[in-house]
């Protein structure tokens, strides 16, 4: 029996329909194999270099304070896990670019930077010897003094565990311009459990002190004061014995908090020099948070306790409530009546988190005094002129020709002063004893 021609058309529509669906299911087919083989390419190339620089980024976190996680996540998001043009020709890890105070090699390509007229240019980043180069100078890079004002709540604030609020502080302190950039590192650090790395901040009590970076290498500043996080069994006197310095300062400079023999919690704030009396940023005060203490806010500003009290009219053994506006510095205008806040406080007998005694320093002894418009007047800036121990640099001046004057060495002023090279400014105060 023949078929009809009608018939004949319509086998062969069904036909080549059936082929069509074929073929596009052996490239759905092949699409997929190939995103696989992608994103495992992507999962093997980003896994390698976590295996390959993970070390680098808990020493950095040992030394600086900094989430080892935070800087994994930072270098494969930078780097697209090290083979990017930047990282595999200028070691550039992090995106750094040049900025006015690098005097290191070199290295130009087109990013976001702009000319006159609005067009893209060449922006200069900085090139390294090698990664491990890079990721000590991501570390200095936000710890350095030059970024105080930009990264220093990171350190005060923050612990070297807490890297959701890491990730969200880069972000809103202009790491990145990306809006969901904190959002791909806590990606990135769960995805890959980078935070696993944070943990390795804890030192084992039979490590020896070989393991330990130099002290120099530790230090940070807030508010132009020098401080280092401590190590798990450090105490003052040890620092201080570091530092070629006395413990009885440190513990002064610390608000007389801690005995100088005390072992201190690891990551335990220590300030080498003399906090100032207020604030030199631009945040009029701060907001208490979880029944924070005014030691733990003058820790967090570089702020001497008795002169935080006075300021916010507290006396010894009185503590700010939640939701309370702690006044940094001096103000036009004194924030009203100071005497009526120190009604209805609670008191404390100890130090937040510990069981020891209060201390004996009386921080009722003013350190200044509030003037009318609001003015401080310390003792150190009225005898600014008189400072023992201190050194005003003048025109002419060197390290070495102040190091004979005051029969010292240079190592021992850079020491002294937390100086990495020999550049000083006329003007500025150096310690010299």
């Known amino acids: 029996m023949s078929l009809s021609a009608r018939k004949i058309v319509q086998i062969a529509v069904v036909l080549q329909c059936c082929t069509i669906l074929a073929q596009a299911q052996t490239s759905y087919k092949t699409r997929q194999s190939a995103s696989e083989t992608s994103r495992n390419s992507t999962a093997d190339k980003y896994e390698a270099y976590i295996e390959k620089y993970h070390e680098a980024a808990v020493r950095e976190m040992t030394d600086y304070g900094i989430p080892a996680s935070i800087t994994l996540a930072q270098g494969l998001l930078e780097s697209a896990a090290g083979t990017s043009t930047l990282a595999t020709i200028a070691n550039n890890h992090f995106g750094i670019k040049c900025g006015d105070d690098w005097e290191g090699e070199t290295y130009f390509k087109v990013d976001d930077d702009k000319d006159k007229n609005g067009n893209l240019k060449r922006s200069c980043f900085r090139k390294y010897e090698s990664a491990a180069e890079s990721f000590a100078d991501h570390s200095e890079f936000l710890a350095g003094q030059r970024k105080e004002q930009r990264y220093g709540f990171l350190f005060t604030q923050l612990g070297p565990t807490d890297y959701k609020n890491w990730a969200r502080g880069l972000q809103s302190a202009g790491y990145a311009t990306a809006k ?43 508010n132009d004061v020098p401080f280092i996080h401590s190590r798990k069994n450090e105490s003052l ?25 005390e072992k201190l919690d690891n990551g ?16 009029k005060y701060h907001t208490v948070e979880d029944a924070e203490t005014m030691f733990q806010i003058a820790q967090q500003y570089g702020i001497r306790l008795s002169s935080l009290m006075t300021r916010n009219g507290l006396r010894k053994g009185q503590e700010p409530e939640d939701g309370e506006q702690i006044y940094i510095r001096s103000l036009t205008n004194q924030p009203g009546d100071l005497r ?22 009386n921080t009722d002894e003013l350190d200044f005094e509030i003037t009318p418009g609001g003015r401080e007047s310390d003792d150190d800036t009225v005898n600014e002129r ?18 004979r004057k005051y029969q010292t060495t240079v190592e021992k002023l850079k020491r002294l002063n937390n100086l990495r090279g020999d550049a000083i400014n006329t003007g500025e105060w150096l310690k010299v004893k």
């Open 386 to 403: 008189n400072r023992d121990g201190y050194h005003l640099v003048k025109k002419g001046d060197t390290l070495y020709s102040i190091s």
């Open 340 to 361: 009526i806040r120190t009604e209805n406080r609670r008191e404390t007998a100890t130090q937040p988190g510990r069981s020891r005694p209060e201390t004996q320093r």
């Open 180 to 222: 969901d950039y904190a959002d791909n590192l806590i990606d990135l650090i769960e995805r890959y459990n980078l935070q696993q790395y944070d943990q390795e901040n804890d030192r084992s009590d039979d490590e020896s002190d070989e393991d330990y970076v130099d002290i120099s290498d530790r230090v940070l500043f807030v």
């Open 268 to 283: 335990t704030i220590v300030f080498l020099e003399e906090k100032k009396v207020q604030w030199n940023g631009t945040e």
């Open 237 to 261: 006197e040890s620092i201080a014995e570091q530092l070629e310095a006395s413990s009885d300062d440190l513990v002064i400079y610390n608000d007389s908090r801690y005995k100088a023999n």
